[in-house]
Structure formats: structure tokens, C-alpha cells
């Protein structure tokens, strides 16, 4: 599972590098910048509005189960 999901990041991680910097390339740096930040914030805002689904540290381990359903 884990070689899985490292794979996956690894592949996510080298199309962002190609996408952001095709964009910088067309449309310069100020834009890229500009569309980071905006995902950065999205990400926030989401991981603000699902903070209260995710388990308090130690939580639910007992059972074997990570929380999150």
C-alpha cells in the first residue's frame, strides 16, 4: 500500500513541476505564484471545513482503525 501510494506522489509531483512551469513559462512568474497561492488557500479552506472528521491524536487506534470513514 505504502509502495502505492509513493509511487502516486511521486507521479503527482513531477506533473506539477512540468505544469507550473509550463505556466511560468506562458504566462511568467507573477501567475504562478498567483495560481499557488490560490491552491494553497482552496487546500486550507478544505482541510479547515474536514478538521472536524479527522481523529484526535491517539484516537481510535485501539481498535485498529484510523478514524476516518
Known amino acids: 500500500m ?3 501510494q509513493s509511487a502516486l506522489v511521486s507521479l503527482v509531483f513531477g ?4 505544469l507550473f ?3 511560468t513559462d506562458e504566462f511568467g512568474v507573477r501567475a504562478t505564484y498567483i495560481i499557488a497561492a490560490t491552491v494553497l488557500f482552496i487546500s ?3 482541510a ?3 478538521r472536524t472528521r479527522l481523529p484526535e ?3 481510535g ?3 485498529g482503525r484510523i478514524g476516518i470513514e
Request: hydrophobic letters at 40%.
Open 2 to 4: 505504502y509502495a502505492a
Open 15 to 18: 506533473l506539477s513541476t512540468l
Open 21 to 23: 512551469g509550463f505556466i
Open 44 to 46: 486550507g479552506c478544505y
Open 48 to 50: 479547515l471545513r474536514i
Open 57 to 59: 491524536s491517539g484516537e
Open 61 to 63: 487506534l485501539e481498535q
